[in-house]
C-alpha cells in the first residue's frame, strides 16, 4: 500500500494554515440572529438618513433570506456611502456583507445572508418598484397549473 503525498505546505517545513470558521450570525446570536442583524442595520440606516425605509418579512415567501429592507438615497454618492457603511459596520459585528452595483449608485444591494439590503435612487426605486412584489401575500396563491375536473 502506498502512502499519500504530504500536502505542499508540509514538504516545504510549514505548517498548513489553519481554516477559521467563517463569522456567521448563528455562530454570532443563535437562532436570534437575523433578527438582529435585521435591527443592527436598520439603526446603520437611521444613521444615514436613508429615506423611505421599508423593512418586509420574508418568512414564508423564499428562502433566500429573512428580511428585505428597501431604502432610497438622494444621490448616487449618498447610495454607495449607505452600502459601504453597512459592509463596513457589519464587519465590526463579524457579519460578512458583499455589495453589488457600486459601480453606478442608482440601485445597490447589500447581501448580509440573512437581510438583504436594496438601496435605490429615487427614480429607479419608482420604476422597480420592489415593494409591491415582495409585500405580496404569497400563502394565497395557487400554483397549480391543472386542475381535474
Given at each position: 500500500?502506498k502512502?499519500?503525498?504530504a500536502?505542499?505546505a508540509?514538504?516545504?517545513?510549514?505548517a498548513?494554515p489553519?481554516k477559521?470558521?467563517?463569522?456567521?450570525?448563528?455562530?454570532?446570536a443563535?437562532?436570534?440572529?437575523p433578527?438582529?442583524l435585521?435591527?443592527?442595520?436598520?439603526k446603520i440606516?437611521?444613521?444615514?438618513?436613508?429615506?423611505d425605509?421599508v423593512s418586509?418579512?420574508?418568512?414564508g415567501?423564499t428562502?433566500?433570506?429573512d428580511?428585505m429592507?428597501i431604502?432610497t438615497?438622494?444621490s448616487?454618492?449618498?447610495v454607495?456611502s449607505?452600502a459601504?457603511r453597512?459592509?463596513?459596520?457589519?464587519?465590526?459585528?463579524k457579519?460578512?456583507a458583499?455589495?453589488?452595483g457600486?459601480e453606478?449608485?442608482d440601485?445597490v444591494?447589500?447581501?448580509?445572508?440573512?437581510?438583504?439590503?436594496?438601496l435605490?435612487?429615487?427614480e429607479?426605486?419608482?420604476f422597480y418598484?420592489?415593494?409591491?412584489l415582495?409585500?405580496?401575500d404569497?400563502?394565497?396563491?395557487d400554483y397549480t397549473?391543472?386542475?381535474?375536473a
Amino acid at each position: 500500500m502506498k502512502k499519500a503525498a504530504a500536502p505542499a505546505a508540509k514538504k516545504a517545513g510549514k505548517a498548513a494554515p489553519e481554516k477559521k470558521a467563517a463569522a456567521t450570525p448563528d455562530a454570532k446570536a443563535g437562532a436570534n440572529a437575523p433578527h438582529k442583524l435585521h435591527e443592527l442595520i436598520m439603526k446603520i440606516i437611521d444613521m444615514d438618513k436613508g429615506e423611505d425605509v421599508v423593512s418586509i418579512n420574508l418568512a414564508g415567501k423564499t428562502a433566500i433570506a429573512d428580511y428585505m429592507i428597501i431604502v432610497t438615497g438622494t444621490s448616487s454618492r449618498q447610495v454607495i456611502s449607505m452600502a459601504e457603511r453597512i459592509r463596513d459596520k457589519l464587519a465590526t459585528e463579524k457579519f460578512r456583507a458583499r455589495i453589488e452595483g457600486k459601480e453606478s449608485g442608482d440601485w445597490v444591494i447589500v447581501d448580509a445572508g440573512d437581510v438583504i439590503v436594496h438601496l435605490f435612487r429615487a427614480e429607479v426605486r419608482e420604476f422597480y418598484n420592489l415593494e409591491k412584489l415582495w409585500a405580496a401575500d404569497f400563502s394565497t396563491v395557487d400554483y397549480t397549473l391543472y386542475h381535474s375536473a
